[in-house]
């Protein structure tokens, strides 16, 4: 089922959404191609994906991705700006019109953010994350600091979810009170709440702490009561230590009561009175990480997580990695998972080792990963995907990269996947108006670095 | 009667305005943008020794980095763009971000190989996992098989 937000551009579906998105490209095409001198920036990122997949029917299909994100800042005032990311899907081989082409808007917002106090207002489609909110409304967020260390927040509006049938209207408010020590510790409190059809779907409150005694030592986590049970659904803690030398030790403690958890959801997955899983029951969850930096180029961790349910009996995951990385051009990990449920049917092995190496402007990654499962599924106990991707940085702006994935597991004997992408990356802020043609922002800029997802040693990856 | 409601709530709502703006700190705000050029990955604690020296992103912050988002989205957002967010936190996303990033295998990204088998162990394992974004997000291609 489709979303079904009520702001009038969702409302009317695709075929708004194009239109948006049409509009979206001549706002580009004014802002990149004339040399304005006007004080408006804009950067982005454009991505374009083509894929060759196959269904589990053996049906083969061609889909076209476009990815589009950017943020228009100056506007106006210094303080103002907007921000959008969406992607459309348009597929070439296969599907009938109805559904041959999807998209979804993933933020669209107008931004106002005060010199002082931190105040912050966002009016449009948001991504909240605030104490026990982790939602995506189509409405209004703000934000500010207020006197003696104190700050609220505050947000209302649709939410924007998938899957859901509940007919009628909907809505979501929400807030956040916090008082902080600035370096010492933050405490929160939050309400949440949601309705569907005039009755509450959610209503959850929370406590979040982040408290940093002394030096080497951190605690965080966030505890969450459902105030529609009328009891605590999860607690979640993290208890990080170091780095002494080259040591650092991360604890993780997690108590999840499943009949006041998986409440609020809009998909049949999570209704686990029709599953095997047992919804009275309750998990604790105690995790240790050690992570060991052997040189500047080497990294090794063991991990342990040990599962311990009221009702299920017990299970653990836990194995190791090692990371060789070397000036963000030549890299490699090995790393060895085992996962042991109470039963045979869950538990596996996963082994995965992976490499690549820069060279000039063309990037070559291999990934290989195999998992054994204890029992056959479908006949097949043995797992495997072999990953070959490269890619070519045509200029600072603009990369080139293509992948192919083969691969056997229960549900493919042979499955070839392949996929073409080329990324854009434009910013007229940075770059001024002849490069900013060129698309060229500048190289090594924390924002620039930071637009790519962390690497599994927190350093994002050149290029992306 | 609804209507009467929602204007009373607006007009409740104005005096609380007003005291939150008489309350509100008169401290600058943190930049926008982060003011200096950093290369690599931040250790924020080289320069910064408030709460934002704990963002340092090493190895294991990724398992973290919701406790900070909850309290401080505002500090993500000096370094990270939106997209940055929505590659994973995604509404209805039909691309794995795995996917997207085949050519970064060293990226710590969920999902990788032949998830769709091992699904049905680690959701078992611990569905709660599952929930954050496929609860009430994300969760079309769920319904191909979970009706």
């Not at chain 2, 609380?16 to 309350?23: F, I, M, P, R, T």
Request: proline share 4%; net charge neutral; charged share 25%.
């Amino acid at each position: 089922m489709r979303n079904q937000s009520r702001l009038p551009i969702f409302r009317y579906g695709p075929l708004a959404i194009r239109t948006v998105f049409t509009v979206v490209a001549v706002l580009l095409s004014s802002l990149v191609i004339p040399a304005t001198s006007s004080a408006v920036s804009l950067t982005g990122e454009s991505s374009t994906y083509l894929q060759s997949r196959q269904t589990g029917d053996g049906t083969k299909e061609l889909p076209l991705y476009e990815y589009l994100n950017f943020s228009v800042s100056d506007l106006g005032k210094e303080s103002i700006s907007f921000q959008f990311g969406g992607w459309l899907r348009y597929e070439l081989k296969n599907g009938d019109a109805d559904h041959r082409t999807t998209n979804d808007l993933s933020y669209a917002y107008l931004s106002y953010r005060n010199s002082v106090a931190n105040t912050m207002v966002n009016v449009g489609r948001i991504l909240v994350f605030e104490g026990v909110a982790s939602d995506r409304v189509d409405g209004v967020y703000v934000k500010t600091d207020l006197k003696h260390n104190f700050g609220l927040s505050a947000y209302g509006g649709m939410p924007a979810e998938t899957g859901t049938d509940l007919a009628g209207n909907k809505n979501i408010y929400g807030t956040r009170l916090s008082y902080q020590s600035p370096g010492l510790y933050q405490i929160g409190l939050s309400y949440l709440k949601e309705e569907k059809n005039s009755e509450q779907f959610r209503k959850e409150e929370g406590v979040d702490l982040w408290v940093k005694p002394v030096a080497k030592v951190e605690l965080m986590g966030k505890s969450r009561y459902n105030a529609i049970n009328s009891a605590w659904s999860d607690h979640s803690y993290f208890l990080v230590l170091g780095p002494f030398s080259k040591l650092r030790l991360s604890t993780e403690a997690t108590q999840i009561n499943y009949k006041d958890y998986f409440t609020g959801t809009t998909s049949s997955v999570f209704d686990l009175s029709k599953s095997s899983i047992d919804p009275n029951d309750k998990v604790r969850i105690l995790g240790e990480e050690a992570a060991f930096k052997a040189t500047d180029t080497v990294s090794v961790s063991l991990d342990y997580k040990a599962y311990t349910y009221e009702i299920a009996g017990k299970a653990s995951y836990y194995g190791g990695k090692i990371a060789y990385s070397s000036a963000r051009t030549v890299g490699a990990g090995l790393s060895l998972h085992k996962m042991a449920g109470e039963t045979n049917k869950l538990k596996y092995d996963e082994y995965r080792i992976y490499g690549f190496r820069k060279i000039g402007h063309t990037e070559v990654t291999v990934d290989a990963l195999d998992v054994k499962y204890a029992e056959a599924i479908n006949d097949v106990k043995d797992a495997y995907s072999l990953t070959l991707a490269a890619a070519y940085e045509i200029s600072p702006s603009m990369k080139l990269g293509a992948d192919v994935e083969y691969s056997k597991n229960p549900d493919f004997d042979k499955d070839l996947r392949t996929m073409i992408k080329l990324t854009y990356l434009f910013d007229t802020a940075k770059t001024g108006n002849k490069a900013a043609a060129q698309g060229a922002p500048k190289a090594g800029t924390i924002q620039q670095a930071m637009a790519a997802p962390l690497t599994e040693q927190g350093k994002p990856k050149e290029g992306n | 009667m609804r209507n009467m409601t929602i204007k009373l709530g607006f007009l409740l709502l104005l005096p609380v305005l007003a005291v939150v703006l008489v309350a509100c700190a008169q401290t600058a705000s943190m930049a926008a943008r982060h003011p200096v050029e950093v290369e690599g990955w931040p250790v924020c604690s080289e320069c910064h020794t408030d709460g934002r020296a704990a963002m340092d992103h090493t190895a294991d912050f990724g398992k973290r980095h919701k406790f900070y988002a909850q309290q401080n989205q505002q500090a993500c957002g000096i370094c990270h763009k939106e997209s940055f967010c929505s590659d994973c936190h995604a509404n209805k996303d039909e691309l794995k971000p795995s996917d997207k990033y085949k050519d970064s295998p060293e990226m710590s990204l969920p999902h990788r190989g032949d998830y769709l088998n091992q699904h049905k162990i680690d959701g078992k394992i611990n569905p709660a996992a599952c929930f954050p974004c496929h609860g009430r997000q994300n969760n079309e291609r769920c319904k191909a098989c979970h009706r």
